[in-house]
């Protein structure tokens, strides 16, 4: 036992070192020092402070799509639900007369709704979470579209810019609220009774409910918290923009997914992690902000980003099988 | 026991023989329906400009939808078939207006069509990769590269031979006897013929179809070369019919063509349904967009209405299959 012990790391990697993460963290790594070298603008503080603050909206989405997918589920409407949000937000303070403080917690509401009509139909009619939130999606654009009739809300009061534009300490207010956050799913997935549930009905629903598990109660949950999420981020979006337009959050879905995805969690459902999707999150900025600062265009960066989604879960998949 | 099982077989599906007339049934007594309703409040609605433009100018999407409701009959699903009909109309008059033959910028896009849908069907069924992993991926690798080649540019000056979609046959439009023709082949092909059940097969239970001699494999790869294929034909009808074409995705164009398949009757569970309840469902829906505008509804409210559609449709299928599920449990 000890013999083997000795000898193993001799040949194999440490196991700390094998993981997904650590692996995706050097791999961070190496690519922020290979971009500092070729463009001095990189990597300096404040275009790094710069990046946190573009990328809060998306991993804001990123932590309850963790869980989503860890339960083998996915939410294609986070985005539409961005933008149904970004419109309540605008039209019930500039429309309805609702004080902004009320229009926020109102917008907040809103987005909790939508994603607990996706996860009450997903776990009482049994819906396809697919097939549901490819559905919503529709609905939820289009609510943003019939309400706001394509008009767009501005002029917000200066203290409603703090979150999307202001800093603490020269650190932009949202990514303080996006660490905390990241802190708070990494533990709750990690360590409570609620996050080890996700991972069970992942890997074996049946299995799950045999144990006993609230199944039902986790998805509801789950799919609640990515709605609460997106508002969220719609909050963080307007602040940090000024306006509100109907087409906020267009294809975000893309990116929150590609996020989760490439920082290891499985598509399959019942693997993955937080920090593996904060490492996830910050490589996709990453990809932005070096093909921006090279000269690509952000249209072309889409390209990359589908591409490095296709090839993160061939990765993956193929790497699953010959460790099977 | 076994005797039981076949017979409770059979007597589903002539149940689910006749659910399936019966959507279809229903999506015509409704396209009719909307318009007796909506001609009553407008006239102008059931004018032959209205009713023609409608059937014109969305048959592109009927035909795309016979190969949607393939992809999902078979269990899988595409969304990147609006971003690759926008790159292959942008192709196909390039090649027009480059000065090529009619024929060739006819054929280039129905065949790169058929060789980009095949590939993500490889990808799907050998790699073991989700079908909306591979096409959300290669619906943004389209259309961002769609966007930064081209930059948007619009392209004019097509050549007179380019408008297929402007020919009659008897006086019937192109497309519409494209739409009919290939509605009509695809449901012959998928009610009478091996390959056509063999799709059915499986999207029901692969495993099952495979014991059966069924190679699932190949069945999506086939599908999605299919699937490739209609888009291809859709796309010669949408690119013919434009004076203009600009050289970006119709934005929204995927859920279209989904909710046309789906709420035509495809269950969205995979194994069921036929392509020509997707076929009057787009009619319907491009129906229940143009009467919008004749009852004075805004048109911003078009994307919330398909919305609501796709999800009761989709709900009412799967109340129904379950309603069915607990009478054979009781049984």
């Known amino acids: 036992m000890t013999v083997a012990v000795e000898k193993t790391p001799a040949r194999k990697l440490p196991r700390w070192l094998a993981r ?10 190496i690519a922020l020092l290979g971009l500092g070298a070729f463009n001095e603008r990189f990597l300096t503080f404040d275009n790094l402070l710069n990046q946190g603050r573009l990328m ?86 289009g609510l943003a579209e019939g309400v706001s009739q394509a008009h767009s809300v501005r002029g917000y009061p200066e203290w409603f810019y703090f979150l999307g534009q202001g800093s603490l300490y020269r650190v932009p207010t949202q990514l303080l609220v996006l660490v905390v956050l990241v802190v708070v799913a990494g533990v709750a997935l ?35 918290l990515s709605g609460l999420a997106s508002a969220l981020a719609a909050f963080v979006l307007v602040s940090r923009v000024t306006t509100t337009r109907m087409d906020m959050g267009m294809g975000y879905e893309l990116d929150v997914i590609a996020a989760v995805v490439l920082g290891g969690t499985s598509i399959f459902g019942g693997s993955g992690t937080i920090w593996g999707t904060a490492i996830g999150l910050a490589m996709i900025q990453l990809l932005k902000n070096g093909l921006a600062l090279t000269g690509v265009k952000g249209d072309a960066t889409i390209v990359v980003i589908g591409a490095a989604l296709i090839l993160s879960v061939l990765v993956a998949s193929s790497l699953q099988r010959r460790r099977d | 026991m076994s005797a039981t099982a076949v017979a409770g077989a059979a007597r589903a599906r002539a149940r689910g023989l006749r659910r399936f007339a019966s959507q279809e049934a229903l999506l015509a007594v ?7 309703v909506v001609g009553f409040i407008n006239p102008r609605f059931l004018a032959y400009r209205n ?80 079908a909306i992993v591979v096409t959300l991926g290669m619906m943004s690798i389209l259309k961002g590269g769609l966007i930064s080649v081209t930059g948007g540019k619009w392209i004019t000056d097509l050549p007179q031979g380019f408008h297929l979609a402007d020919l009659n046959v008897l006086g019937v439009p192109m497309p519409v006897v494209i739409m009919i023709v290939a509605t009509a082949l695809a449901a012959l092909w998928m009610r009478y013929s091996p390959s056509g059940r063999a799709i059915y097969a499986t999207g029901g239970d692969a495993e099952a179809a495979r014991l059966c001699g069924v190679n699932p494999q190949r069945t999506v790869v086939m599908v999605f070369a299919l699937h490739g294929l209609f888009a291809g034909i859709a796309t010669l009808v949408y690119a013919t019919q434009l004076r203009v074409i600009q050289s970006t995705t119709p934005s929204g164009l995927e859920l279209t063509i989904i909710t046309a398949a789906v709420v035509g009757g495809v269950s969205i569970l995979g194994g069921v349904g036929t392509v020509v309840g997707a076929t009057l469902a787009a009619i319907l829906i491009a129906e229940i967009t143009s009467a919008l505008v004749f009852i004075n509804i805004s048109p911003y409210w078009t994307d919330a209405l398909r919305g609501g559609l796709i999800l009761a449709t989709v709900i009412a299928d799967i109340v129904r299959r379950q ?9």
């Open chain 1, 20 to 29: 997904h993460e650590t692996l995706l963290a050097v791999i961070l790594v």
């Open chain 2, 30 to 36: 409704a396209v009719i329906g909307l318009a007796v």
């Open chain 2, 51 to 130: 009713v023609a433009d409608i059937l014109l100018g969305n048959a592109y999407i009927a035909i795309a939808a016979i190969g949607m409701s393939m992809v999902i009959i078979s269990g899988n699903i595409d969304i990147s078939v609006g971003a690759l009909i926008g790159v292959l109309a942008t192709l196909s008059g390039s090649i027009a207006v480059a000065g090529a033959p009619t024929i060739v910028s006819w054929a280039v896009p129905v065949v790169l069509g058929v060789l980009v849908m095949a590939a993500q069907g490889a990808v799907v069924a050998y790699l073991r990769i989700p």
């Open chain 1, 190 to 224: 990690d360590r409570t009774t609620f996050g080890r549930t996700l991972y069970a009905i992942g890997s074996n629903e049946t299995a799950a409910r045999f144990s006993a598990l609230n199944v039902d109660r986790a998805k509801l949950i789950v799919y609640t």
């Open chain 1, 56 to 141: 809060t909206e998306i991993g804001l989405i990123a932590l309850p799509m963790t869980f989503v997918i860890i339960t083998g589920g996915i939410d294609l409407s986070v985005g539409a639900i961005v933008g149904l949000c970004a419109i309540m937000l605008g039209y019930s303070w500039k429309t309805f007369g609702f004080p902004l403080p009320l229009a926020i917690v109102f917008s907040l509401f809103v987005g909790g709704l939508a994603g607990f009509v996706n996860g009450l139909v997903i776990t009482r009619v049994k819906v396809p979470p697919l097939i549901m939130t490819i559905a919503t999606l529709a609905l939820y654009r």
């Open chain 2, 323 to 331: 309603r069915r599920a607990a009478r054979g449990w009781k049984k």
